[in-house]
């Protein structure tokens, strides 16, 4: 395979070196994106008049015949030809003969492999956005159906509160937004054109970078060659946001885990999610989960993985930079599967709601019902908290539930108390009177299930 820059060498590649150096085994992913940067690039060598029409037809048509062939998986990719961006160069030159070795004019490998990732990135954002929105719809839609059903909240992974279940699935629904936005912000940093750049300086040659990125539907062009061709913040910045998408995916899958087992018996993962055991016949284990909380792990190395890649490098390229794909691909990839079978699985999901509306009061969890009682009928808050907890020590002295103390007991710790905290008692109420702007009544969830409605229409 004769190399695209063998004219200053006298001795062959070593076999070895070829197959450490080639990347084709990973970066042939990025091959529409090389052919619509190649394509735009010849369209606008021969508006330029660097070739001319002719010469770029020629070009663009067997760019476009390539095309065909890697769609239908019929080329052969050579592993002697580095890389995604020389594989297609050869192949086109083998095509069409002389234009094809016009192609690279005003172009390096280095603005070319950048526009590339940048490509890449841009769809596969896109992508990632409208999955988002799609889970955030689907949360929605859940947290509406079930927007009256009580459960026990939690801090310390202890019961804390009574709160509506549609209120707890509304919360992702906020995180599932701002990543959402860290991605769209993300796009706007990575939705500029290096390519014109070259290698690292510009070119004499009389090009038009804006023609280009206008035609592969960049906002704008780069403004410092030497920067464009050695930055990787763009895909650094990625990483980044799938990292935090991930770690709230995480989260929710520690969440379904939990709340499927037999000891919370919250949830039912639907049979068609779940994976059985080669041993103990009766299991059926969250594995989908399990794997979302375990690839979350891979998607925070491939953060840390890139950034430690890009650290030492002087400016402009270096060959190390070929790593950064590698890390950005499988964050991509891993993030889009998560949000496709998250979906599913959780229009699959079946809420057990007497379980969680039984347990949602036990546990002490109206405690600070009684102690805001106290402070309704003006003592200050510290004494309320203060005679509320002893009541609570007597509740478990007893073995006995809030609901379970008669009004005189009750009243015999604070002569405040008569018998209108019956009310407060019942998590119902607890939850009802929690009307605090983004609270749990259902009047405030009712009101951002309306609110996220609108938005995500
Ligand atoms: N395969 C290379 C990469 O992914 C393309 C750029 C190579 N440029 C160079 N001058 N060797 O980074």
Redesign the pocket.
Known sequence: MKKLWAGRFTQKTSGMVESF?E??SF?RKLWKHDIAGSIAHAKMLSKQRIITQKEANSIIRGLRQIAEEIGKGAFAFSPGL?????NIESALTDRIGPPGKKVHTAR???D??ALD?RLYLKDAMQDIISLLQRLQKTFVELAEKHQDALMPGYTHLQRAQPVLLGHHLLAYVEMFGRDRERFQDCLKRTDICPLGSC?LSGTSLPTDRAYTAKLLGFNSISGNSIDAVSDRDFAVEFLACAAIAMMHLSRLAEELILWSTEEFSFIEISDRFTTGSSIMPQKKNPDVAELMRGKTGRVYGNLMALLTLMKGLPLA?N?D?????LPVFDSAETLTACYRVLEEMMRNVKFNINRLSSTAGKGYSTATDIAEYLVRKGLPFREAHEITGRIVLHCISKDVQLTGLSLPELKSFSPKISEDIIHVLDPAESVKARTSFGGTSPSEVKRQIRHFKKVLK
Do not use: F, G, P, W
Request: proline share 0%; charged share 35%; net charge negative.
């Open positions: 150096t990347s084709i970066d580095e890389d995604i961006h020389m390096s490998r280095n070319q492999v990732l290698a390229y060959r930079m070929q790593e950064d794909k």
